[in-house]
C-alpha cells in the first residue's frame, strides 16, 4: 500500500484568503483524489486529478474555486480560494495502487477551519 | 448517481456482535469496502470485498454481500471499547475509479 504525507494537518484561516493543501506519494500513481468531509458528514469526492491534465471536478465543485495542480505522478495540490466559514471541513486526498484489489489509501487529512 | 445508505448510529455492549449494514444503488460495483475513523484521525481500511463474492472472514470481520439486493453488512465478533468509531461502507465507481462512501455509522461500545 501506499505512504500519504498530507500537508498541514490542520489550519486556522481568515475568511477571504485561500489555503493550499499538498498532498505526497511515496509511489506513482496515475490518478489522485480529492474529498471533503463537512462537520459531522460523509466524504463527497471533490475531483480527481490526472497527471498531464486538467482535474475532473464533481458536481457542485468548481475550478475557482477548488484549483488542483498535479506537476509529477508523486504529488498533487488542492487550493481552497477565497475561503468562508463554509468552507470548514476536513479535505483528504486518496490514490489507489492496485487497480481496486487492496482499498484505496488516505491521507491523514487536513482539518481547516475558516474564521 | 450512486447512493450509498447507512443507519447512522449502533449502540452494542463490549463482547457482543456488532452489525453494520449498507446499501447501495450502483450494480456495476466491482468492489465495495469498509472504513473505520476514529475522532480526530483519518480513514483506516478494514476491510473489502469483490463483487462475485458473497462473504469474506478476516479476524473479528465478517463482510456479507447480497448482490442481488445490493446489500452489504460488517459484522464485528466480540467487539471492543476500541472498536468505536465510525464505520463507512464505499462502493468503488468503475467509471470514475473513485470512491462513494455512505454516510457513515457511529458504533459506540458501551463497557
Redesign the interface.
Known sequence: SAVISQKPSRDICQRGTSLTIQCQVDSQVT?M?WYRQQPG?????IA?ANQGSEA?YESGFVIDKFPISRPNLTFSTLTVSNMSPEDSSIY?C?V?LSG??????????TRLTVV | GEDVEQSLFLSVREGDSSVINCTYTDSSS??L?WYKQEPG???Q?LT?IFSNMDMKQDQRLTVLLNKKDKHLSLRIADTQTGDSAIY?CAE?DTG?????????TRLQVQP
Open positions: 490518478m483524489f458528514q460523509s466524504l463527497t469526492l480527481t475532473t483528504l486518496s489507489d481496486g484489489d487492496y482499498g484505496y489509501t488516505f491521507g491523514s487529512g | 466491482t468492489y469496502y484521525a483519518g480513514l481500511l473489502y463507512f468503488r470514475r475509479r473513485a470512491l462513494t462512501f455512505g454516510s457513515g
